[in-house]
């Protein structure tokens, strides 16, 4: 028996300071178990307690009064699935007669409590079908991205979602979007994760860093264009503007509306081209936005005009020619002058890291998910890369970007700096790139001081 209790005591002791250092590790050996048997036995009662249950159906009471049974308690959901994942639990329920997915929703919170774990979100799949996803432990304090991920084209993982699954940022259906945040909130590593995730596709990647390029410069040898100032800035957006007429004379010309034309091969935009006449997608990434949109003399405001026009041309007509807007920012509001209100509701996907203030918050979700302003500002300083992500849909959820250095991104960019396609329209703004300086191999001793 001693033999026992001390294997016993080693497993406790083994558990418990797995689930102190490694809370993935004891998820996966401890955890998954006990969380799955506290959900089955718990359930009927817990479902009771949140009011998510419905009393029995009227051929229920006839048939246990026919039959002198006793009469039947209330109903919960169905469990459809358990499914367990390497973060937490993935519950899929079927709605009773007079349920609705809303009230699975309201109850997420009572849901966690009950179940002890970490948190607790659903979603509806479809008519009377919910899934409920439950994460087990903090998966946004140490952010770890699984090996399986979908790469498909134009489709980026970039965070992790606090429900453990991983957030993409698919060009395909969130054409633009806006990132917003204060210093040190870790908008440049979601960034640095964005062009990462780019380097490897076969796309172009345009950048307009007005800090005298000192976030996106290092990583110039992937990008095709780059602008350091708002001068230059100005001809770039000039210049895609331009890429973008010739694009949609290519796709005019490619239409061939007759007849014997299946529907389906009508060319709409460029991935209803043939593959060999496809242009190349152009991302571009804007680094603090207020730089482009502030003036202190005429001769500025005329050149601000003229930046926010051509991006706000971008926004309502780049997605059929292929152009992507990433907009990034510490504030976007209407204080930055006419027309940025106009471009803001062209910005479908928004992301907030921490802000310092409401109304900072409200620019990025006041117009599309209310909900998430209390989110956006209640963000601790001291995990930077927490952020708020939602789209006009209304959805909204908290997410964490994987640390990446400069280094790495840096790495990841010249690793792939061939793929940089060279576009015709913007072959004088493609960035000069020198040869890098040699490191010596020995550090250089000043020499002594004569009198």
Known sequence: MLWLSVLGLLVVV????????????????????????????????????????????????????????????????????????????????????????FDVAASCDRLRHSFALYGVTSRELRSGVVEVRMTGYDVLKRVQMPAKRDTRRMRVPVALREDGAVHYRDYRAVPHALTLGATESGKSVYQRNLVAGLASQHVALVGIDCKQGVELFPLARRFSALADNPDTAAELLDALVAHMQDVYRLIRAEQRITADVPDAEIAADIWDLPADLRPVPVVVLVDEVAELALFANREEEKRRDRIITALARLAQLGRAAGIYLEICGQRFGSELGKGITMLRAQLTGRTAHRVNDESSANMAFGDIAPDAVLAAIQIPADLPGIAITGDSTGGWARIRAPHTSLRQAVNTCNRYADLAPDLPALVPFRPA????????ATPVESAPATA
């Open 14 to 101: 083994t558990a418990l300071m797995l689930r102190w250092r490694r809370p993935a590790w004891y998820w996966l050996t401890f955890g998954v178990t006990l969380a799955a048997l506290r959900v089955l036995f718990r359930y009927a009662s817990v479902m009771d307690a949140c009011g998510l249950t419905v009393p029995p159906t009227r051929w229920r009471l006839a048939l246990a009064r026919a039959t002198n049974r006793p009469v039947p308690g209330p109903r919960a959901p169905r469990i459809l699935r358990l499914r367990p994942t390497r973060t937490g639990l993935v519950l899929r329920l079927g709605l009773r007669p007079g349920q609705d997915a």
């Open 433 to 440: 790139l020198g040869s890098p300086r040699p490191i010596p």
